[in-house]
């Protein structure tokens, strides 16, 4: 207990770095003391909010997109930022589901079903206001959660072996190809597809080309940033420039923004119950946060004393979603910071940008970089903080953003996405490489590809790689070196299970309809 | 614009060989990405089991997008499923094509017999707004050239002068 309350200093003191800004730079006779983390975090709340609350751009997008600003800060700094521009992101999807009747991704998908009954019938602002609260608070216990949870999983993690982690990993991207929509066959094919993209470039450890084609600006294979601009930005631009637009932003009063003491009242319960939820399927090494609103929502729905207010502007079917929806997104971190296994495409981005950091996410950030670990973990918190902070009273300026129209904004979009893939290299070659990780985007979408496995893959390939090749080595060559470890042949089978109950006719039929609904 | 439109027939009738067009296209795909990897990796050492060389896992991964090739081809003409729907290429054409155009401008290139010197943001940025724009029928063209003028101005200010990006503004005018 002890430990975490001098890790959670270490975190705090980390966030609440300040740098003197020295008298000669403003011409003032006093040096300016500036707390560079806070408004790192600050900036990423704003920026993210400002792409996240656009129509159609989710937050995987939103991430891709803004994820180049912080390549050229410090890893402390970037990492913070990074954290701010995720749950502004997050929160803007929420935004426009209830002002829009639009859901961003998945799991804003059963927000829209009240949320924006509530804003039909005026009380928009107190949808918004439940929602931020509600996130506010999961928010704080999924951050407790995390760390608690990471010191023993780290040291679990450490004890793993070549071959446990490999059938960990296994056992993840089963987890996220059941989860995916569409076709089981198309998402394991993502997934050979993002491993077989990660293997180019020059061996690791025979420093040998290889998949270059004698291009030099392969050598050190695709950046990630390039990949996920391409794949989930342009193609998600050009997919929505094909539908017709049919926007309804909410005309009239967003009303006042504090709940009443009796929406508190039939909030508070569902909150708790949506973070507990939330929290326990966001630990699942898959991307099992994904499923949380919508439990969160059947369980609302289910205690309800009168069930037929939902799908009316239940307040309960705001604050609950909305609570796992933000404590599943948090703790989604632990599987990345203790394993470093991401278990869905946003924290597969966060991959990318901590790689680019010279960080490999895994159980020895912690004891290697503990300001860097403990900072991103109070940074979560203060991301949750600022967000409630900014986005209540700015909401006015979120709604005149909502307005703008698209034809404006997607030009716009390509500009920034343009000059921020330029600026991660100075590459122009990595402008041309984004249009044609665009198309092939486009492509994969139009033929029914779900392209978040692909970046799975992609993220994880060079990882496994090295590990089935150390586990192979210690072995000499036989595979039975993943059976005979009991802890490996577990997560082996626990893959092969869920794998087969998803293909079975019932589930899948089910399935479809959760993802479809 | 509106001639490259084209429109594929979005569901097929039952009697046709081809039960998913959709499946076979997607298959398809696959088998020529590992075919890609498979060839492409053909002159690197694969080494033993025991000794992975550095060709080793692009070529059996490979294989394996290859194989989940076959199997969607086989299940093309097998289940029925979902047609190929419409490919509307206007809105591909004018995003790709902005991105490529301003890669290609913005530093220019020099391949040979084509060339071209660095234009630098002031022509790139409002080249790729303009081009993007096109992607939406219903861009107006004055109100776009008042945009794309405004919109890089701001990058202008915002990333080179604010964030301090090596980015060239107008090496022709300005010398950077």
């Not at chain 1, 979603?321 to 991401?342: D, K, M, R, S």
């Not at chain 1, 020895?364 to 300001?371: E, G, H, L, R, V």
């Not at chain 1, 998803?502 to 609904?517: C, G, H, M, Q």
């Not at chain 2, 724009?133 to 109100?143: G, S, V």
């Amino acid at each position: 207990m002890m430990d975490l309350y001098a890790n959670l200093a270490l975190g705090f003191a980390t966030v609440w770095k300040i740098v003197w800004l020295p008298a000669i730079a403003t011409g003032l006779p006093f040096a300016i003391p500036i707390p560079i983390n806070l408004i790192l975090c600050f900036v990423g709340c704003l920026v993210g909010t400002l792409i996240g609350v656009l129509p159609g751009v989710g937050p995987i997008a939103t991430i891709a997109i803004l994820m180049p600003l912080t390549y050229g800060l410090e890893p402390v700094g970037g990492l913070i930022m990074l954290a701010g521009i995720y749950y502004g992101a997050q929160y803007g999807g929420s935004t426009t589901a209830i002002l829009v009747n639009i859901p961003g991704e998945a799991t804003s998908v059963v927000t829209v079903l009240d949320g924006f009954q509530m804003a039909k019938q005026g009380r928009a602002g107190v949808a918004l206001g439940i929602a931020a609260i509600g996130s506010f608070v999961a928010g704080c216990v999924a951050t407790v959660i995390i760390a608690a949870l990471a010191i023993p999983l780290t040291r679990m993690a450490l004890l793993f072996g070549p071959a446990e982690y490999c059938s960990l990993m296994i056992l993840g991207l089963m987890f996220a190809v059941v989860l995916a929509r569409g076709s089981l066959l198309k998402a394991i094919a993502m997934i050979f597809a993002g491993i077989l993209l990660s293997t180019v470039g020059s061996d690791f450890e025979t420093a040998q080309d290889r998949l270059t084609f004698g291009l030099v600006e392969l050598k050190e294979g695709f950046d990630f940033a390039v990949v996920a601009m391409g794949i989930f930005g342009f193609a998600e631009i050009i997919k929505n420039l094909e539908a017709p637009e049919t926007r309804s932003v909410v005309r009239g009063a967003i009303g006042r923004l504090l709940p009443n003491r009796n929406d508190m009242r039939q909030s508070a319960w569902p909150i708790a119950r949506g973070t507990l939820i939330g929290s326990v399927l966001g630990l699942l090494p898959g991307n099992g946060a994904v499923l949380g609103p919508f439990a969160s929502y059947a369980a609302e729905k289910k205690l309800a004393k009168d069930p037929s207010r939902f799908g009316r502007g239940a307040i309960e079917g705001v604050a609950g979603p909305e609570a796992a929806n933000n404590a599943g997104a948090q703790t989604a971190f632990v599987p990345l910071l203790t394993l470093g296994i991401p278990p869905n495409a946003v924290m597969a981005l966060m991959v990318g940008a901590m790689t680019v950091h010279g960080i490999t996410p895994g159980p020895q950030i912690m004891t290697k970089k503990p300001d860097l670990f403990w900072g991103l973990i109070v940074s979560m918190w203060i991301g949750n903080l600022m967000l409630l902070v900014i986005n209540l009273p700015l909401i006015g300026m979120w709604v005149r953003l909502l307005r703008v129209p698209y034809r404006l904004l997607f030009p716009a979009i390509v500009l920034f996405c343009c000059i921020g893939i330029y600026a991660v290299n100075n590459s122009t070659a990595d402008v041309l490489l984004v249009a044609g990780f665009g198309l092939f985007g486009y492509v994969l979408l139009k033929l029914g590809f779900e392209p978040a496995p692909l970046l799975l893959g992609f993220v994880l390939g060079r990882l496994m790689e090295e590990k089935v090749r150390t586990a192979l080595r210690y072995s000499r060559g036989s595979f039975m070196t993943f059976l005979e470890s009991p802890l490996s042949l577990a997560f082996l089978l626990l893959a092969l299970a869920i794998v087969v109950v998803a293909a079975l006719p019932a589930i899948s039929r089910s399935r479809d309809k959760v993802f479809t609904e | 614009m509106a001639a490259d439109d084209v429109q594929h027939e979005t569901t097929p009738p039952e009697s046709r060989l081809i039960r998913s067009p959709q499946n076979l296209a997607a298959g398809l795909l696959l088998l020529v990405l590992g075919g890609i990897g498979f060839f492409g990796a053909a002159g690197v050492d694969i080494g033993t089991l025991a000794e992975f060389g550095a060709g080793m896992v692009p070529r059996a991964v490979a294989v394996l997008v290859a194989l989940s090739g076959i199997a969607l081809i086989a299940l093309g003409f097998v289940t029925p499923g979902p047609g190929l729907g419409a490919w509307p290429l206007r809105g591909l054409v004018c995003i790709l094509g902005a991105v490529m155009a301003f890669g290609l401008t913005l530093r220019g290139f020099d391949l040979g017999p084509l060339r071209l010197p660095p234009l630098g943001l002031a022509v790139a940025g409002p080249l790729a707004v303009t081009l993007a724009a096109l992607a939406d029928p219903q861009t107006r063209a004055h109100e776009i050239l008042i945009f794309a003028a405004g919109l890089t101005g701001l990058c202008v200010f915002l990333f080179r002068f604010l964030l301090r990006l090596p980015i060239p503004i107008a090496p022709w005018a300005l010398g950077y």
